[in-house]
């Protein structure tokens, strides 16, 4: 697992609406279009988000959503799975939000899991910048 911190000059509901609200997270999460609840607007635990990336619809479910603390969403390709916890304290500063990515893979493609996991890493340890940049916008 790894894991990377940013801390953003705003309150905590501010983050978490930027975390939490389709059209906001689309705008912020890099390769990520039409971002989207597969039923109603409400991001809970069990939601289905629905976006493209790389030319394909793909999805992800929110494994735990705890208020102004807590987003875990889990996204499966195949026998590839990865797992984004977005979590958040607020301090004297803003928001400190903290990012840790775990990927794992199933069957023959457990021998290419570490460089797919890389490569994960790689792609979206910008997230948590990124979110700042729109928060602080």
Known sequence: MRKVTETIHAGLEDVWRHLTVPELMGGWMRGVQNLRTAHGSVIEQGTILLF???GKTRQSRVDTCIPLQTLVLTSTQGSFTATYRYDLTGDSRGTRLSLSINCSAA????????????????????????????VEA
Request: charged share 20%; proline share 10%; hydrophobic share 50%.
């Open 107 to 134: 069957g023959p493609m457990r021998i290419a899991a570490p460089l797919i996991s890389l490569l994960a890493w790689l792609s979206d340890k910008s997230h948590p910048s990124l979110l700042k940049q729109a």
């Open 52 to 54: 493209e990336a790389r």
